[in-house]
């Protein structure tokens, strides 16, 4: 199921340990993609994130119903994709559990998130940010500005009262 496209009419069958905790777990579970998410691939992605991460809990912690799950799973779980998977992708994971749950919690299916407190891994972008000018070629951009016209005169006021 993990491979497959995923939309509000296909998510008819809930793992395991969503049907093992009732029939409310149930269709919270299913409003929060119905209902929820509007768009497309958010719910295709945070369907898959989920789906793989209750799988997790009942095959490789051994946990039977998701009252039983507790942020250390979630921590685990995390720290275990940050090994396969790219940070931002493990950031996006995260906050489909942490949804999930959020919506559980407001729909009083379970009582509290235990995906809330688990921190994703750090990720920053370097490329791509605007580079700082060093007072040289900040001088060389603003003497650069034609003074000839009024809209050239106001442009270099404008630039050195930036800088």
Known sequence: MLNQPVNASSLTTC??????????????FLEFFAANIRNLHTRRAY???????LDWCEVTAGIVSIFDVQPLH?????????????????KQQLAAVRHCF????????VSLNPAASVRGPAHRVKVG???????????????????GTLIGLRDRVQRSEKT
């Open 47 to 53: 369907a898959r994130a989920v789906m793989e991460f």
């Open 102 to 109: 959020g919506w559980l919690v407001t729909g009083q299916v």
């Open 15 to 28: 793992p395991r340990l969503i049907t093992a905790a009732g029939e409310r777990a149930h269709r919270g």
């Open 129 to 147: 940010k605007t580079p700082v000018l060093d007072a040289e070629d900040a001088r060389r951009l603003l003497n650069s500005i034609d003074t």
């Open 74 to 90: 979630v921590a685990s779980w995390i720290e275990g994709k940050t090994r396969q998977v790219s940070a931002p992708t493990v």
